[in-house]
């Protein structure tokens, strides 16, 4: 008995604040849509990026709220690559967001030579975005 009231509470818990307030709605609850995380996130800028175009053909921009300085300047030292305050914008092919609306979100910018990697993006769990 002990373990369906931890299953049941479990439930109650993981569901619970699962929808957001719609002020234009009245009060009504209605469920974010991942790819409006992934909207919103991309126009709110990165906190620093790390320019892995010579070996992979990708920037990978960070944007979350673990996204430190000194936990960008550790990723961009562990790819032996330079720090950015943005990926550059020209010959960008597309993106992929990965953990959108997270403390970890992540942008991942496409150029060309990577164009098998973008096409993997939503299978490997993240949301493609044009350029």
């Not at 931890?6 to 307030?21: D, H, P, Q």
């Not at 300085?69 to 550059?88: H, N, Q, T």
Request: contains cysteine.
């Amino acid at each position: 008995m002990r373990w369906l009231t931890m299953i049941t509470l479990g439930i109650a818990l993981s569901t619970a604040g699962c929808g957001k307030k719609d002020d234009d709605n009245k009060g009504k609850t209605k469920a974010s849509k991942p790819a409006d995380k992934a909207k919103a996130s991309a126009s709110s800028g990165p906190k620093g990026a790390c320019d892995r175009r010579a070996k992979e053909f990708i920037c990978a921009e960070y944007h979350g709220k673990l996204a430190s300085a000194s936990f960008i300047d550790g990723e961009c030292k562990a790819y032996k690559v330079p720090r950015l305050a943005a990926c550059p914008t020209e010959g960008v092919i597309g993106r992929c967001v990965r953990w959108a609306g997270t403390a970890q979100e992540a942008h991942e910018v496409y150029y060309k030579g990577g164009e098998k990697k973008l096409a993997a993006c939503e299978v490997t769990k993240g949301k493609r975005l044009p350029k």
